[in-house]
C-alpha cells in the first residue's frame, strides 16, 4: 500500500526499527536520529516505526512510536545483547551510533536487512577521531605501528591500544556483513573505504535541520557563538584564543558541556558560560549571534551546527577539518589548526549575510533514504 508523503516522491510504507545507543539530545548525532524517525512518523505513521535504545537519557521527549529498552546496546565494549526485541514486525533494521560490534553482529545473523548509519570515526579509528597525539591530522589507516604514537609506552597503555584495536577491526568487520552503509559525509566514506570497506555499499546521506522554529532571541547583546561539547576535540579553547586575535567587539557566548568547562572559566573569566543548550533554545542563541567559530580539532565527520548556523543566517568560521568543508560556502573557512586564519576569518565573515547551503533540504534527504531502505529491504 503506497502512502502520502510529504516528500518529492511516493514510497511505500516500510516497517522500520531504529536501533541506538540511547535515546537523547544531546548531540548531533542524537539529533539526526530524531529528525529521521519524525519524519518517517509524519510519513507512514506511528505504526511503522519502532525504536530501540539502550539508555534513555530524559534530555528528550520520546517520540510517538514504540521505544523499548533493550540493555547492552549502550555499551561501548562488547558486550551480550539479546537480538529478539530488537526484530518484531520490522521488515529493515537502522542502526545508528551502536558501537559495541555484538550487537551488530547479533543483528546481521538475524537474517533482516540491516542498514548501519557510521556517525563517529570509532569503525577505523581506534584512537582521537583522526587527530594524533602530536597534533597532527592522520591519514593512514589505523594498524599496530600506525597507531602506537597515540597511546602511551607503558605497559598498561599498550594493553589499551590492543584492546581498541581489536574492538576498532570487530566494528569493521561487522560492518562488512550489513546490508548498507550510509555516512553523513565523503569524508567519512573515503575513510571507511580505506580502512577496507566497499566503496559501492556506502552510501552518503547527510543529515538536514530541524526543530529550529522561530523564536524570540536570547536575552543578551548580540554574541560570537561556540555550540558543541566543551572537549579538546572540538576547540572551545581555541574558539576563545581566535576570538581574542580576531579584536571582535562582540562578548563570545559559549553553549555546551564537558570536561573542558573549568578551564575555560579560569582561563577566560569573560565568556558567557550557557552550559548545555536544549534544542528549542538554540534558535535565540543563533539569532543572538553574529557570527559562529568552529574550530574542530578532531576531524569533524559532518558538523551539523554548522549546516545550522547558515540556516539562520550566521557565517561560520571554521577550520577545514573533516567534512566540514562539504557544507561551508568558503568564505571564513581556515586552515586546520591555524588559529590566526581562524581570527582573520572571523573578522571576514562576521555579521554578513549568508544564506544555507543547497542539497541539505529534509524532502529530498529522506527520499534518498527510502530509496535505499527499497534496495536492501524485501
Known sequence: MAATLPFRYGFPVIRVRHVTDRLSARGGADWHLLGVIRSQIEAWGADAVRLAVGQVDGTVPAPPCPVEVVPGLEARVRAPVDPGPLLGPAALIHVHNVVNPAALERLVRAGRPVVATVQDHRSFCPGRGKWTAADEVCREPF??????????????????????LELTRDRLAALREVSAVTVLSRYMKRELVTAGLAAERVHVIPPFVHGLEDGEAEAGPPCALFVGRLVEAKGPLDAVEAWRRSGLDLPLVLAGTGSARERISERAPEVEL??????????????????????????????????EALSRGVPVAAWDSGGVREWHPGPGLAPWGDVDALARAAREVVGGATPPPRGFERDALMDRLHALYLAVAP
Open 143 to 164: 594498524g599496530p605501528a600506525r597507531c602506537a604514537g597515540c597511546f602511551g609506552a607503558s605497559e598498561k597503555e599498550r594493553r589499551y591500544l590492543a584492546a581498541m
Open 274 to 307: 550557557c552550559g548545555w543548550v536544549p534544542h528549542e533554545r538554540l534558535a535565540g542563541l543563533y539569532r543572538r549571534a553574529r557570527l559562529l567559530l568552529m574550530p574542530c580539532r578532531w576531524q569533524e565527520p559532518f558538523g551539523i551546527v554548522g549546516l
